[in-house]
């Protein structure tokens, strides 16, 4: 009984993390939030109720004008004309511009196989999982002026780490000692 709880139960011993959004449960829920908002008329009430100001949505990055003309302007290839024109009413908005870069992902990561394998460090496999989203939302005096979104909507990864002499791989030359 104890060998077969070996074979099969080691697994569950093997580590794993995750992390959540705490606003959005898919990719799918937090793109409809952003395209919900309509530029020119979409305010903090109706950013608040959807979850995305920066107190409700946990890693937000608030940007000033000066932030969005460097990421606008990023090598000055782009002119004012080549930009969509809610990016240019809050850059001719000048201080009352601001912008929130919203960062959101649901995440899993999960080492599976042999136990044992992993444990002494023969084998090891990490399969992670989940979504990433980010959203670029800019503000003039608290209207939503433009509205922009990515990101990965299917993160699937496997990595495989293989060390033919398990324990021993990483010992090399870290064990010489220089003795005078």
Not at 30 to 36: D, P
Not at 70 to 93: E, H, M, Q, Y
Not at 156 to 171: A, I, K, R, Y
């Given at each position: 009984?104890?060998?077969?709880?070996?074979?099969?139960?080691?697994?569950?011993?093997?580590?794993?993390?995750?992390?959540?959004?705490?606003?959005?449960?898919?990719?799918?829920?937090?793109?409809?939030?952003?395209?919900?908002?309509?530029?020119?008329?979409?305010?903090?009430?109706?950013?608040?109720?959807?979850?995305?100001?920066?107190?409700?949505?946990?890693?937000?990055?608030?940007?000033?004008?000066?932030?969005?003309?460097?990421?606008?302007?990023?090598?000055?290839?782009?002119?004012?004309?080549?930009?969509?024109?809610?990016?240019?009413?809050?850059?001719?908005?000048?201080?009352?511009?601001?912008?929130?870069e919203l960062?959101v992902a649901?995440?899993?990561?999960?080492?599976?196989?042999?136990?044992?394998?992993?444990?002494?460090?023969?084998?090891?496999?990490?399969?992670?999982?989940?979504?990433?989203?980010?959203?670029?939302?800019?503000?003039?005096?608290?209207?939503?002026?433009?509205?922009?979104?990515?990101?990965?909507?299917?993160?699937?990864?496997?990595?495989?780490?293989?060390?033919?002499?398990?324990?021993?791989?990483?010992?090399?030359?870290?064990?010489?000692?220089?003795?005078r």
């Amino acid at each position: 009984m104890a060998f077969a709880w070996l074979a099969t139960g080691c697994g569950s011993l093997l580590p794993s993390a995750h992390t959540e959004s705490p606003t959005f449960q898919s990719f799918d829920a937090a793109r409809q939030a952003v395209e919900a908002l309509v530029p020119s008329r979409s305010g903090m009430t109706e950013l608040a109720e959807r979850g995305l100001t920066p107190d409700k949505q946990p890693n937000t990055v608030i940007l000033t004008q000066a932030d969005i003309v460097r990421r606008v302007f990023n090598g000055g290839v782009l002119g004012k004309d080549d930009l969509d024109p809610g990016i240019v009413t809050c850059l001719n908005a000048r201080t009352a511009c601001r912008g929130w870069e919203l960062n959101v992902a649901r995440i899993s990561k999960a080492r599976v196989g042999n136990f044992f394998a992993d444990f002494v460090n023969f084998k090891r496999r990490t399969e992670t999982t989940g979504w990433r989203f980010n959203a670029l939302i800019l503000l003039v005096n608290d209207v939503v002026v433009y509205r922009g979104w990515g990101g990965q909507p299917v993160v699937n990864e496997v990595e495989v780490n293989s060390n033919p002499l398990g324990p021993f791989q990483d010992m090399g030359p870290s064990t010489i000692t220089n003795a005078r």
